[in-house]
């Protein structure tokens, strides 16, 4: 069977619930439950027959071309035109990994969140810096960059590019010893050294940051392949589920355990069927990847 549309997969999940044609309503409830049974897949979180936990890591949730090539940049500085909350820098100064960041008005020293990234020359900030347009401006380098809003963990360490003119390694650290780093040496230099961050969540979702050690003293650049966390489905004949065809049924068998426990709060067959499901998608996925994909091999006791 070819893989089903998500509109497919909600008329047969209103089938279980004895719905032949769903109403608005109906298919929004359908809609969740795939929705619901959709993140359980993409999680790859099930029970062998010995009852030992694993997490798969489907390889499909890891494309060759999801790396971010993000630039570890000094402290930048640069004059402002602003609008609002929208500032324009004369000559390119900004980063996508500045959200987050402060940028300081120089004369007056009014400080402004950076909450957006447009261009190279545009960013936006969270609160209006119309007094201060004229003004030169400075972000200050932290070592701490942001990363893409669809991150959903590193798949490898970053790598610096050839623009970076380096062959030095980047290193993982815990957050601890990476404030040792900072703690004993405030040098800038070439980064060695990186760890993960995570900011406070703000109304948009959590987001993600990496902290480097040494700060930049020039910008440099480095690719990193990552997980790419996908979106929720919508109720349209022209949108797929991850995966594709093979992996079709473990979807459906995992939204209708949904629809099941919503029903009864019990876990009956289908949730059976749903397990079983599983552990078939993430041992076809380990085949296809067997020389690259270990990930299945990672468990724990139930």
Not at 28 to 57: I, M, P, Q, W
Not at 65 to 70: P, S, W
Not at 189 to 213: K, L
Not at 237 to 259: K, S
Request: glycine share 6%; hydrophobic share 40%; net charge negative.
């Amino acid at each position: 069977m070819a893989a089903q549309t998500a509109s497919a997969l909600i008329d047969a999940i209103g089938a279980y619930k004895g719905w032949d044609t769903p109403d608005v309503m109906q298919r929004l409830s359908c809609l969740d439950r795939l929705n619901e049974g959709y993140r359980r897949f993409k999680r790859g979180v099930y029970t062998d027959e010995g009852g030992v936990r694993h997490v798969h890591a489907f390889s499909f949730l890891q494309p060759s071309t999801a790396a971010v090539t993000l630039t570890l940049w000094p402290t930048v500085t640069g004059t402002m035109t602003v609008v609002t909350t929208t500032i324009t820098a004369a000559a390119a100064a900004f980063y996508p990994s500045m959200v987050g960041h402060t940028l300081t008005a120089d004369t007056s020293e009014n400080t402004y969140t950076i909450s957006g990234y447009t261009s190279s020359t545009v960013i936006t900030v969270t609160a209006s810096a119309a007094a201060d347009t004229g003004d030169t401006f400075t972000i200050t380098a932290t070592g701490t960059y942001r990363l893409p809003s669809d991150w959903g963990g590193a798949v490898s360490s970053p790598v610096y590019t050839n623009a970076s003119d380096t062959s030095q390694d980047l290193d993982e650290v815990t957050p601890e010893e990476m404030d040792e780093l900072y703690r004993d040496d405030s040098n800038t230099g070439d980064p060695e050294n990186w760890a993960m961050s995570v900011p406070s969540p703000v109304t948009t979702g959590q987001s993600w940051d990496a902290r480097f050690h040494p700060i930049p003293s020039t910008a440099m650049t480095v690719q990193w392949p990552y997980k790419v966390v996908i979106a929720d489905l919508t109720d349209s004949t022209a949108v797929y589920p991850a995966g594709g065809e093979e992996h079709n049924d473990t979807i459906m068998f995992c939204a209708l355990a949904a629809a099941e426990f919503a029903a009864d709060r019990t876990l009956g067959a289908m949730e059976a069927k749903a397990m079983q499901m599983m552990r078939d998608s993430a041992a076809i996925d380990t085949d296809l990847y067997s020389s690259i994909d270990e990930q299945d091999t990672i468990g724990w006791e139930a």
